[in-house]
């Protein structure tokens, strides 16, 4: 039984890691296989690849016109990647400290 649920877990982990495209390493092919990148952001990624690696996903926003934090997070989401990280998104903004209970 145990070995059976180290090979599907195995399986699982496999089929991940070939799901995942490397914006650093991608053909126009394999970005366009990506959800939600066409041909339009497909060829602003490689002309700006072009220029040199993309560092980390915030580098991959400031130079790809057009790709925000909410678009970075829906690519990673279906596979891309930046350098083999996902996206982490912005950290979120701290919260108002909560008012004293009213009497």
Do not use: C, H, Q
């Amino acid at each position: 039984m145990l070995k059976k649920i180290l090979a599907i877990v195995a399986m699982l982990y496999a089929a991940v890691a070939f799901a995942a495209v490397d914006v650093n390493k991608a053909t126009a092919a394999e970005l366009d296989g990506i959800k939600g990148i066409g041909p339009a952001i497909s060829t602003k990624i490689l002309d700006e690849r072009k220029k040199g690696n993309f560092k980390d996903w915030n580098d991959f926003i400031e130079r790809v016109k057009g790709v925000g934090d909410s678009n970075a997070a829906k690519f990673s989401s279906e596979g891309l990647t930046v350098n083999g990280s996902g996206f982490k998104g912005a950290t979120a903004a701290p919260t108002a400290p909560a008012s004293a209970p009213k009497k």
